[in-house]
């Protein structure tokens, strides 16, 4: 199921790349599992979370670059 989520995560990713074409805007990435869990810690339970990373690549000819906060 989880590489189910995955794919389907990556299909809709790449319709919205198509959408947006060369937009000035952050490309998505295809899409990471990084892992799932049980909600609640029930082996019973029907509520499985599955968590999903997406990239983001900057426009061509920019940077992303981390600002110290407090």
Known sequence: QCRFVEELVNDLLTVCQNLSGNAFMP????AVGVGGFLEGG?????????????????????????????
């Not at 490309?27 to 295809?30: E, G, V």
């Open 27 to 30: 490309r998505l990435q295809p």
């Open 42 to 70: 029930n082996a019973s339970s029907d509520d499985y979370v599955y968590l999903l990373l997406v990239p983001l690549k900057p426009p061509a000819g920019h940077s992303f670059h981390l600002e110290l906060g407090t």
